[in-house]
């Protein structure tokens, strides 16, 4: 077992490692145990949250595991098909604070107001903007965290591409998408936290694939991307989440530590 990555990381065929690349179920919950969740939100968490967070939120394309100390999510979770992805809406660029969170602990569009850090999406609005409102509530700030222009522009806008790219040649992804905070970390506005990484989890349930990145909170470019693939288990380990709760235990193991 390996992993190839082509030039044009695009290119997924081999940028994925395969725990099984001979399966045919075509039952996205396979491997799930008979215990499930009861926060299901449309089907972005089929595998199960990847861990008790504040407060949940379900929105049309995604789901949310936010965090109120911090005033960001510590998780975002949504399902890919090339069906709901495509269905083009222009771009709002409407960013709104979240109304269904408490407001002592909700981010606002002040807190960014000249912090140097864009408004970076979870959940990408390219790829979550299977309606209308889908579209404007990728523009929710309970999507949002404070990143780095020279990350949110560049090496995590061609990872959000990547990911596009890789549901239209796959048929059906899963993603959970997050924070990480160790070492220092600053704030901006009212005391919303600045993440030292981001990470990505991207697992194809059909064929029993995955890859996951870990990324500095710093300026990345796109030739730099395959230097930060990383284990599930070491996002897990570090983050203290687990992100195939519902997994079938062999699965999961098999899965996480193939790297």
């Not at 089907?43 to 005033?71: S, T």
Request: charged content about 25%; some cysteine.
């Amino acid at each position: 077992m390996h992993i190839l990555f082509l030039d044009d990381l695009g290119k997924c065929g081999g940028a994925f490692a395969t725990v099984n690349s001979s399966s045919t179920n075509s039952d996205p919950a396979h491997g799930l145990s008979e215990s499930q969740p009861t926060f299901k939100c449309n089907g972005h968490v089929a595998f199960g949250i990847p861990g008790p967070e504040d407060q949940l939120l379900c929105r049309e394309a995604y789901a949310v595991g936010y965090d109120y100390d911090k005033k960001i999510p510590a998780w975002v979770a949504y399902r890919l098909t090339p069906d709901s992805m495509n269905k083009k809406f222009k771009r709002s660029n409407k960013f709104k604070q979240d109304t269904s969170i408490p407001i002592q602990y909700r981010s606002t569009l002040s807190d960014y107001r000249g912090s140097g850090y864009d408004r970076g999406h979870m959940a990408a609005s390219a790829a979550v903007d299977s309606s209308y409102i889908a579209m404007l509530e990728s523009f929710l700030l309970s999507n949002m965290v404070p990143q780095l222009p020279g990350l949110n522009r560049q090496g995590w806008r061609y990872l959000e591409s990547y990911i596009r790219e890789w549901t239209n040649e796959r048929g059906k992804l899963y993603v959970v998408t997050g924070v990480l905070f160790e070492g220092d970390h600053g704030t901006i506005g009212n005391g919303v936290y600045v993440p030292t990484h981001f990470y990505k989890v991207v697992c194809d349930s059909v064929r029993q694939d995955v890859i996951s990145f870990l990324l500095p909170h710093r300026n990345i470019s796109k030739s730099e991307i395959p230097a930060f693939i990383v284990s599930v288990d070491e996002i897990e380990r570090r983050t203290g989440l687990d992100f195939n709760r519902l997994l079938d235990d062999v699965i999961e193991d098999d899965v996480e530590v193939m790297w």
